[in-house]
């Protein structure tokens, strides 16, 4: 199957003239936040389609740019390294590095986490493919750039376990904070969490193991997530543990020198259900809110419940939300979320007290709700980072909130074209566009929704991609914020040009350069016919008998078609021989 990519080049033509990427579906808002919508700001793309280019995480950068982190792999041949990219505001390269550690015996690097460090460099948290001892056994591999993408520091971690690396955090003492899973093939393996100096040396290490029943009895999908230091020095740890076919949420607090000092586990009333994905210390200042796929939860200093938020039982608006950040801003809190049913996407403000303040739910396609993939932002906006093309490029996408008066999709709405054509088993894509008033012109094919009116003739995906079934003319519907646009739809069969068999009246038939008397050159006839056409009998170098029906300048012989091709055979502008 051919395709035919505009996408890139489309988009990336707006994007040169700095133009902004409104991508506003329908919203429902409530309370503060009824005046505000989310707009996608900016849209930008990255990496090389000679590579699979992988997305792992992005982070906000306190110059208001981000850094990403994704895996790079050639597609002919090559191991796969770090890739790591550092945007401005806008989303423009300001610099970009790949990494492959040599000194290891392996075919892989798998980012998990970046953060920047206070010292205006990266910290990456990720994993290492080892096979320095017959392996392979994935472990722990930390990272740290400076400012400018250089290499300052790298080292792995190992265990007896696979483990690699779910958050990493700078420590108040320049350190390193290192939350993990651990696999391994009898499902025994625990969580793990590691403390690390600046330069990346091991300081303690815990592997922390939970027994159903017995000294034996561990079972997998125990796993540390995240970390919060405290203000004696120590930390409190977040992540789940297993037992007897159910996860259940799970809080450690380790001292200063990893002694494990408590633990809570089980679900009670004031607990949840689920796995805690961060904590970080409370708005209020008593001491650590967490966050899981169902709410928020404040704790004391010593562990203890304070409140407890169960956002999805709150409203019906948020029964289907599946919660995946917060963020902790000056008067409480900001919580992201995404609908597991459909592209309706949730950003909640709730006050110190866990008190829902505003409430924004608009639908944002195409978007699946990662963990990491996302950012979300002081403002109240998110950043957002997938790979497009099959990989072939990285797309990060800022979204803002604007107020309700300024609407993301006034403009006039239209496709690239008004006629598209397609073979039967090829693919070709439309580029849907949007004329602001200003006279700017943006891609919008992502935010469009499309359909074909004769599904058996063409599909037609998401994203713009058609497929031609069989041939026919149909028709295309692009409809985008209450606008439509159409055009027309040919599906035409491959063209396949058929041999035609000549006898020049000048110079006989066609020689051949063969020594095979009985070889016959394409296109000529046989030297030797076994049955002769009679040079007076009228007949057709074809055998036909009837010269009232014969078309001697068709490329079928024995067709009495006219010699003009037909539309639904041939590709448009072709003639056959």
Known sequence: MTTALRKPAMMLMALVTGICLWGSQTATSYAGMSSSQLEAEWTQLYGDPANYNTPDHVAPTADGGFVMLSDLTSRTFGPTRLHVIKTDASGGTEWETDFFDEHYVTEAYHGYDIQQTRDGGYIIGAGLDDRSDGGPLYRAYLLKLSSTGQVEWSRAYSTVFENPVNSVQETSDDGFIVTSSTYNRSDTAPAYVFKTDKDGHLQWDHTFRYSGGGPTDFRDGQAFNAAAETSDGGFWVVGRYYDSSTYYPLLVKYNASGKLISKRMKETSDWGRLDYKQIMPSADGKGYIMLNAEGLWEIDRSGNTLWNLRLTDSS??????????????????????????????????????????????????????????????????????????????????????????????????????????????????????????????????????????????????????????????????????????????????????????????????????????????????????????????????????????????????????????????????????
């Open 316 to 577: 019906r608006e948020l029964d289907d939300i599946s919660f995946l950040q917060m963020n902790r801003v000056d008067d409480g809190y900001l919580v992201f979320g995404k609908d597991q049913t459909s592209d309706d996407h949730v950003i909640l403000k709730l006050n110190a007290e866990g008190k829902t303040v505003d409430v924004l739910r608009q639908e944002i396609p195409g978007y699946t709700g990662n963990f990491n993939h996302a950012a979300l932002l002081q403002d109240g906006g998110f950043v957002y980072l997938n790979s497009i093309e099959s990989s072939a490029y990285l797309q990060l996408t800022k979204f803002k909130l604007v107020s309700q008066g300024e609407q993301p999709g006034e403009g006039e709405f239209f496709l690239d074209d008004s006629e598209y054509s397609v073979t039967v088993n090829d693919m070709i894509d439309i580029v849907a566009l949007l004329k602001k008033p200003d006279g700017t012109v943006l891609p919008v094919t992502k935010e469009t929704r499309f359909s074909i009116e004769n599904p058996e003739i063409a599909s037609i995906d998401e994203e713009g991609n058609i497929i031609g079934l069989a041939p026919g003319l149909t028709s295309i519907k692009a409809e985008y914020n209450g606008q439509t646009a159409a055009a027309s739809l040919l599906v035409v069969k491959p063209y396949v040009p058929k041999p035609v068999n000549r006898i020049s009246e000048e110079t006989g038939p066609a020689e051949s350069d063969s020594t095979d008397p009985g070889s016959v050159v394409p296109g000529s006839t046989d030297p030797e016919p076994s049955n002769p056409v009679p040079a007076d009998s009228g007949d057709t170098a074809s055998g036909s008998s009837d010269s009232d029906t014969s078309n001697p300048g068709s490329a079928d012989p024995d067709s009495s078609e006219p010699s003009t091709p037909d539309p639904a055979g041939a590709e448009p502008g072709t003639s056959q021989p």
